[in-house]
């Protein structure tokens, strides 16, 4: 087995404190087109490599940070439509439990899902049909529940008014997830993904942020200085200061003591504005510079508005499944998360090739897709057992995050996923966050929202431009998922069928934005003349094939512990669409003896256990 001394002047400062890299040839090519991504070269561990159990941790937790800003903005926009603004306790229940929900997904994802280092977290892609079931007159909270006076948090009228609102949301989220799994376990989604190219795509993903930006505006506005302030602080350090290194004393192993480059602009961008905008909250509180009057222009940019939530947040606290009560059905929200659960889907196969691309590994066939589906599926099922009021699905950002710190480690993201389960156990962490002032949340949900819009809009990159079919395509799509949810939010007595139900349905759909903006872009991009290469097909489909052609690496993608090859190896499984090929699976790769190859000589990493 080679080993070999990574240089100080690897582009990743982690492996710039003398660390031993073992498995040299993983972060080269690999034979038969089993590693052959250009950007393997520059991994400082790759999607099999196992680092120090220290690094683990600490890789886990920055991870666990980059996906903060998302995990805790879900619930806290939907805290508004539960009833729950002025209840931040509860909150941060919700914070916790999303967080735990979150770990356990996470695991399973990495175990036994698409076994790519994705971390699992709630979804934006629920949002939309979530607020438009909860904007219904059937949910719309009592006028009482909106004066912080009125609310008593403690009193079983209040928590009747917001436990009542979740469990619908629960019940919503378990039977959509049950679809999710069908379509996933069945095979379905391979068969779906002819028919749904970048012109669905585009408009669906940049119209989950695009809508929501009311809700942005309103928070924003209770200071916009403070707002701005956090939105200046973002963007200058994820745009102006990200390639600004920062020393750090490191301790290794060649050189004892001595100092590294860490990018820590780049890694955490919104951590620190989020950090330094609190901070600047606290001494404008303690200062009394904010105003003290709760009826005064930005009250709730002071930092004691909410500060009895850790002193009453207990120091642990274990979520569990029906923590809320018995989950409720309604059609409406059914068929709204149900669009929702479509778009994740779309989100997350292409989350799987960008994350297959940056550690290195080849391009995830067909089988490990439809099981990576199935799993957030049942994720999914989990998050409305637990009742996060929510999702899951995969985190691009975290994607990103592996291109930044080049580790692709597998167990890094299983590393993670125990960061966010104690998180979730830990009451104090979720108390913490539910007391981050309005404004400057406000703000960065303005950045957030931009970027995901911006996401949805880079897809387009595939599809000729200077097509007058796509463009007509893309931007009808896009006003009309603008124009036709503000209608009807605006003239909800106008869709009367005659059946209660029916009627909800068409207006949690038609309020989706997200829903009428994909269907119409789906409808179009299908039934409009066009060639394959003008859609953009063309490219999508190349991408599948070379995934085709690479199945030869099914030590990343294969199941672990040896099932389907060792054990569970019946005819019969062979026929599950998602499960890995006979054949697949080199006996080379298994075999630590040279003659059992009719390959000739083995490079170090093909001996390697």
Request: glycine letters at 10%; aromatic letters at 10%; charged letters at 10%.
């Amino acid at each position: 087995m080679n080993s070999a001394i990574t240089s100080c002047e690897h582009p990743n400062p982690l492996r710039c404190d003398g660390v031993i890299s073992s498995h040299e040839g993983d972060q080269g090519s690999k034979k038969d087109g089993q590693l052959k991504s250009p950007s393997s070269s520059h991994m400082a561990y790759g999607i099999l490599d196992i680092p120090p159990w220290y690094l683990c941790i600490f890789l886990g937790i920055q991870h666990f940070l980059t996906a903060l800003g998302g995990l805790v903005a879900v619930p806290l926009i939907l805290a508004k439509d539960l009833c729950l603004q002025h209840d931040p306790l509860t909150q941060s229940y919700l914070i916790s439990t999303i967080f735990f929900v979150s770990g356990i997904c996470t695991l399973l994802q990495v175990f036994l899902g698409i076994r790519l280092p994705i971390l699992q977290g709630g979804t934006f892609a629920f949002l939309g049909p979530s607020l438009a079931m909860l904007s219904l007159p059937t949910w719309k909270c009592p006028a009482w529940t909106l004066n912080a006076s009125q609310v008593n948090t403690s009193s079983p009228e209040f928590t009747e008014e917001w436990q009542k609102r979740i469990r619908e949301l629960q019940g919503a989220v378990l039977v959509a997830s049950c679809v999710q799994m069908l379509v996933g376990f069945s095979g379905l989604i391979g068969f779906l993904m002819r028919f749904i190219g970048p012109l669905t795509i585009a408009p669906t993903i940049s119209l989950m942020a695009l809508p929501l930006f009311d809700s942005a505006g309103d928070d924003a506005g209770i200071h916009w200085g403070i707002a701005a302030t956090t939105i200046f602080l973002i963007v200058l350090f994820s745009q102006y200061l990200k390639n600004i290194a920062v020393p750090v004393p490191v301790y290794g192993r060649e050189k004892k003591s001595h100092t590294s480059k860490f990018y820590l602009f780049q890694i955490f961008p919104v951590l620190l504005g989020l950090c330094i905008s609190w901070l600047l909250c606290f001494v404008l509180t303690v200062t009394d510079a904010l105003p003290s009057a709760p009826t005064a222009y930005g009250y709730l940019a002071r930092t004691d508005t909410k500060g009895s939530v850790l002193s009453q947040a207990p120091w642990f606290r274990f979520p569990y499944p029906g923590q809320w009560g018995l989950p409720t059905v309604s059609p409406a929200g059914v068929f709204g998360i149900i669009a929702a659960v479509i778009s994740s889907m779309v989100e997350s196969i292409g989350d799987y090739h960008a994350c297959a691309r940056l550690v290195g590994a080849p391009p995830p066939p067909k089988h490990a897709i439809n099981r990576g589906i199935g799993i957030e599926g049942l994720g999914c099922l989990l998050a409305g057992a637990w009742g996060t009021g929510n999702g899951t699905t995969s985190y691009s950002e975290n994607v990103g995050a592996l291109g930044i710190t080049r580790v692709g480690s597998r167990m890094v993201i299983v590393a993670a996923g125990f960061v966010l389960l104690l998180m979730g156990i830990f009451g104090k962490i979720g108390a913490a966050f539910a007391t981050i002032p309005t404004p400057v949340i406000g703000g960065m949900f303005l950045v957030m929202f931009g970027v995901i819009t911006a996401v949805g809009i880079s897809n387009l990159q595939y599809v000729d431009l200077n097509s007058s079919r796509n463009l007509f395509i893309f931007g009808f799509s896009i006003f009309c998922g603008l124009a036709i949810p503000n209608w009807v939010n605006k003239n909800p007595e106008r869709l009367h069928t005659g059946i209660l139900q029916l009627d909800q349905v068409i207006q949690v759909l038609l309020t989706t934005g997200m829903f009428v903006g994909g269907f119409l872009g789906f409808l179009l991009d299908n039934t409009v003349p066009g060639s394959l290469e003008e859609r953009g097909l063309l490219a999508w489909n190349q991408i599948q094939e070379e995934s085709e052609e690479t199945t030869k690496a099914l030590e990343v993608y294969g199941l672990p512990w040896g099932i389907g090859t060792r054990f569970c190896t019946s005819s019969c499984a062979q026929y599950l669409p998602f499960w890995p090929r006979e054949g697949e699976v080199g006996v080379r790769q298994l075999s630590l003896c040279p003659g059992d190859s009719e390959e000739g000589p083995r490079s170090a990493t093909d001996t390697r256990m």
